[in-house]
């Protein structure tokens, strides 16, 4: 384990304990990354609370070339689906663990590459104030003599802005349109 907090209460008010703990992993067992297709070093970062309730999970970082996991591995077949980054983000009052201050908010992220092609996903909530963001980037698709994309979407929305953006391109044959 790379790093580590954990913070505990007891009170006279339900759920009368709090457990919180927040930490970053780097190294699993051998046997257990390779039952996962788990790229040893890949930073697992996790923190949850009880009370108020948090729930944060990520593999990998945003800006890497270099997969997390490769969950076919194991079947010999790991350039099928590789995983750069994926993360999960649950925090509807916000929370603090040790001296990490949490949020309010809901998010996701995800990276990675299926069956070839490049896909980013990234969305998140905020409550305060008001907020929702969500993008959407899907790599070139070739079926025969169809081809669709790269494709984006772009949603963007706050009290004071708002914006959505469609971007592909769908070719049939010799043409595109």
């Not at 759920?15 to 070093?41: E, K, R, S």
């Not at 890949?42 to 609370?49: E, G, L, T, V």
């Not at 945003?62 to 099928?80: H, S, V």
Request: glycine content about 10%.
């Amino acid at each position: 384990m790379k790093c580590a907090a954990l913070t505990g209460g007891i009170s006279y008010e339900f759920p009368f304990i709090n457990v919180g703990l927040d930490g970053t992993i780097t190294h699993l067992p051998t046997t257990v990354a390779n039952a996962v297709g788990y790229q040893q070093g890949a930073p697992i970062s996790f923190a949850f609370n009880l009370d108020p309730f948090l729930l944060k999970l990520s593999i990998g970082t945003k800006t890497t070339n270099t997969p997390a996991l490769e969950p076919l591995a194991p079947y010999t077949q790991a350039t099928l689906i590789k995983v750069y980054y994926a993360s999960i983000y649950l925090c509807p009052f916000g929370a603090t663990i040790g001296s990490t201050v949490f949020p309010a908010g809901i998010s996701m992220g995800f990276h990675a590459t299926l069956f070839h092609v490049t896909v980013d996903i990234n969305a998140s909530v905020g409550f305060s104030p008001p907020s929702i963001t969500f993008t959407l980037h899907i790599g070139q698709i070739t079926l025969g003599g169809i081809t669709i994309g790269p494709t984006t979407v772009v949603l963007q929305a706050s009290t004071s802005n708002f914006k959505f953006e469609f971007q592909g391109t769908l070719t049939l044959g010799p043409g595109s349109v």
